[in-house]
């Protein structure tokens, strides 16, 4: 149970779910997903520098607010927006309880931690739903600039946060980049959606793998997030046109 409850709260396995739907299923929802949980891992990144608290255990480590359901509520709660469907509801709801009740019951968190952690993650939920129609309503060069000026002022308020600000930069300019460019269509053909995951996985996991052997320095971690968000947002969905995988809208088709 403990290791299913570290697969689910690891950062990089949601941040591979993320790019799946935004590769074969909803690129607008995935992007948004990605926006979210980069935000919810900064913000908790942020919270724990300003605050600290000492927990009750006493080891001087930091348990507030639970990071595993904040980013599980933000994560689940945002889909909750996005999948209208009654079953998916109730999974989303089961995760986000599954994950709590792990917490709780193998971690030092207290019901408070918990409670907190929710409460964040449903705020950053909010926000950003919130946010969408003013967002999409922006130019195509403004919204750009916006997706450039934003993670790297993240940067300068919290550089330990560089990891999240950086997916957030490549995640919101390879999709502005995208919208503009590429205009992937994606196929409703099952096995180009596999084929398509499958390149997108083994090329996110290579990015990701390459971090480890980068040195801890704030800068260098910012732009290793930012080639992984450009991966999944701009460089597949190009890669995925060139290999004939997704059609770009609005090109002429010839018929025969």
Request: proline share 5%; net charge positive.
């Amino acid at each position: 149970m403990v290791m299913v409850w570290e697969i689910m709260t690891n950062d990089w396995f949601l941040v591979i779910i993320a790019a799946v739907l935004y590769w074969t299923m909803d690129k607008p929802a995935g992007g948004r997903l990605l926006i979210v949980l980069a935000l919810s891992i900064y913000f908790h990144g942020l919270i724990k520098q300003m605050f600290f608290p000492v927990p009750p255990d006493g080891n001087g480590g930091f348990t507030f607010p639970a990071k595993q359901v904040q980013t599980a509520v933000a994560f689940w709660g945002y889909l909750l927006f996005e999948v209208r469907d009654r079953r998916f509801t109730w999974l989303s709801f089961s995760m986000i309880l599954i994950v709590a009740g792990t917490t709780f019951l193998y971690t030092s968190h207290t019901v408070e931690n918990i409670l907190m952690g929710g409460l964040i993650g449903a705020f950053i939920v909010y926000v950003v739903y919130r946010s969408m129609d003013w967002i999409a309503a922006m130019p195509e060069p403004f919204l750009f600039s916006f997706s450039l000026v934003f993670p790297s002022s993240l940067l300068l308020l919290f550089p330990d946060g560089a990891l999240y600000a950086g997916l957030l930069l490549g995640s919101g300019a390879g999709y502005s980049v995208e919208r503009l460019k590429c205009r992937t269509e994606l196929t409703n053909e099952l096995y180009k959606k596999a084929i398509t995951a499958v390149i997108g996985g083994a090329g996110l996991l290579l990015i990701i793998a390459a971090g480890t052997l980068l040195p801890p320095v704030s800068v260098l971690v910012f732009l290793h997030a930012a080639a992984a968000g450009i991966w999944i947002t701009l460089f597949l969905p190009f890669l995925s046109l060139r290999l004939g995988l997704n059609q770009q809208s609005g090109k002429f088709q010839k018929l025969g």
